[in-house]
């Protein structure tokens, strides 16, 4: 069983903070990763993927991947409340399976 | 360009009741998806097409659950009947093939049914 863990939350931060949200996956095998933001009542809305170790940098988020440590996290810099939403970790195999399993996902809460 | 278009938004009906819901993808995106969202859950596949032929059907319950993709462009998803527990929110995906991995996944605004 596939599995991948986020922190639930509430994670909350103040306005202009750095807010980092945090996701581990179980199969190591593992070769793509996506951030997606979800608002409330709204469907999951794509901010990042990442395929390789290290950084990847747009905007105000950075994706870091660390498949040694089978490790994806997402920092948002000068967080705005309207980054507030629940953010979902996806992780998808190598080849050609397509197949994404989501976490359960962290709400965020940027306090103004 | 347009999205991944749902409907309906909202759909309420009584247990042991059928219901479909239909999914019209991005121009030109091959792969199509449909996933289920619990509250407070992330998105769960149920099945993927790959133009008209459905790929991986492993999570749909079928008993109750059916899908088609005639075209290879719009898709219905159905449940006969449909029980309490299917109460949640139906989300539709779409996909273009990239090579190697997973491709980016532009989801759809969902179908929230309520099943009482």
């Known amino acids: 069983q596939k599995e991948v863990e986020q922190n639930s939350g509430p994670l909350s931060v103040p306005e202009g903070a750095i807010a980092s949200l945090n996701c581990t996956y179980s199969d190591r095998g593992s070769q793509s990763f996506f951030w997606y933001r979800q608002y409330s009542g709204k469907s999951p809305e794509l901010i990042m993927s990442?395929?390789?170790?290290g950084d990847k940098e747009d905007g105000r988020f950075t994706a870091q991947l660390n498949k040694a440590s089978q490790y994806v996290s997402l920092l948002i810099r000068d967080s705005q409340p309207s980054d507030s939403a629940t953010y979902l970790c996806?992780?998808?195999?190598?080849?050609?399976?397509?197949?994404?399993?989501f976490g359960k996902g962290t709400l965020l809460t940027v306090n103004p | 360009e347009a999205g991944v278009v749902q409907s309906p938004r909202y759909k309420i009906i009584e247990k042991k009741q059928p219901v479909a819901f239909w999914c019209n993808p991005i121009?030109?995106?091959?792969?199509l998806y449909w996933y289920l969202q619990n509250l407070g859950q992330g998105p769960e596949l149920l099945i993927r097409?790959?133009?008209?032929?459905?790929?991986?059907d492993s999570q749909l319950p079928k008993d109750r659950f059916s899908a088609e993709r005639l075209k290879g462009v719009d898709s219905t998803l159905k449940i006969q009947p449909a029980e309490l527990g299917d109460s949640a929110v139906y989300l539709c995906?779409?996909?273009?093939?990239?090579?190697?991995?997973?491709?980016?996944?532009?989801f759809g605004p969902g179908t929230r049914l309520t099943v009482l």
């Open positions: 097409y790959e133009n008209e032929e459905a790929v991986d």
């Open positions: 121009s030109g995106h091959n792969t």
């Open positions: 996806a992780v998808g195999p190598g080849g050609s399976n397509y197949k994404l399993t």
């Open positions: 990442i395929y390789s170790n």
């Open positions: 995906a779409s996909s273009f093939p990239t090579g190697g991995g997973a491709d980016t996944q532009y």
